[in-house]
């Protein structure tokens, strides 16, 4: 967990399919209210709800009050943390590739 985040884990927020599908729904929106979220899954509002506070609890979601109505919208940054694990291992897998063509190339000879 970084040291910025001091609730959720992001990892464990993006664990589940549904979340993520959260975030690419938040993503694609500049901000959009729950009953609007709702329907594009095959669950209840309170399900949707308590994903959504995983993902506000994780630092990735934000909300705010409009009357009656709570709209929510991404905060991207704490996905940064993702992006600079996953690099590690995009650094790995290309250095492998190269190792792997070169040797397929010497084979060739």
Not at 4 to 9: K, L, P, S, T, V
Not at 14 to 42: K, N, S, Y
Not at 93 to 109: F, Y
């Amino acid at each position: 967990m970084s040291e910025n985040n001091q609730g959720r884990d992001v990892f464990d927020a993006i664990a589940d399919p549904t979340r993520r599908r959260l975030i690419r729904l938040l993503a694609e929106a500049e901000e959009i209210p729950l009953h609007e979220l709702t329907v594009q899954f095959p669950m209840g509002r309170t399900a949707v709800s308590k994903h959504l506070t995983i993902l506000k609890e994780a630092g990735l979601v934000l909300d705010r009050k409009v009357g009656r109505e709570t709209r929510f919208r991404l905060n991207a940054a704490p996905l940064q943390e993702i992006h600079d694990w996953t690099a590690y291992y995009t650094k790995f897998w290309r250095a492998n590739m190269l190792r792997l063509q070169h040797l397929l190339e010497e084979e060739e000879e």
